[in-house]
């Protein structure tokens, strides 16, 4: 923060590092599962959590890590953050998770109890929030930077058009459009 830099921190679950992160200051804690005592301290001073939900399956179903279920206990932290309050981000934690798979982390927040458009702020506007840079990012608005994708079926219905992009547009220039042949 002295440098006029947001942190983050990268969490393994152990609730008194967490606690010792979210008292310093940190903005975001990444990954989990957070306690209740975690989630008590981020809804106060407004810590955003970025669960990486997609993560904790591939580890559990993988048993590389031991015969541990992270994925419940991640679930359940999402659902009790997000009850208490907490701005809620998306992330994927590449390279654990394969770039090709991320969109399935929407779908995962989704069954944490997160509306589809909850789920969509994940990615826009409470992430744009969370780096301090609603000014730019996170809706599409005049004076803006003109970041936005967009899907052949609304993602408010179906989460799963997500995985599927056919139009990107980064800072005004279109950089994939499907619509037109090369």
Known sequence: HRLNR???????????????AI??????????PVSDADIAAMAARGTAYTPTLLAAKLASESGALGPV?????????????????????????VPVVPFDGTAQEFL???????????????????????LGMEAQLGTVAVGKLADMVAFGANPLSDLKVLASPVFVMQEGKVVRNDAVKH
Do not use: M, Q, Y
């Open 108 to 130: 995962l927040l989704a069954s944490a109890g997160l509306t589809p458009a909850e789920v969509l702020a994940t990615a826009t506007t409470n992430a744009a929030k969370a």
């Open 23 to 32: 008292e310093a200051g940190t903005d975001t804690l990444e990954h989990g």
């Open 69 to 93: 279920d992270f994925f419940k206990p991640a679930v359940d932290s999402v659902r009790n953050a997000h009850a208490a309050g907490v701005p809620l981000l998306f992330g994927s934690d």
């Open 6 to 20: 947001k942190v983050a921190t990268h969490s393994s679950g152990l609730s008194a590092a967490n606690l010792l």
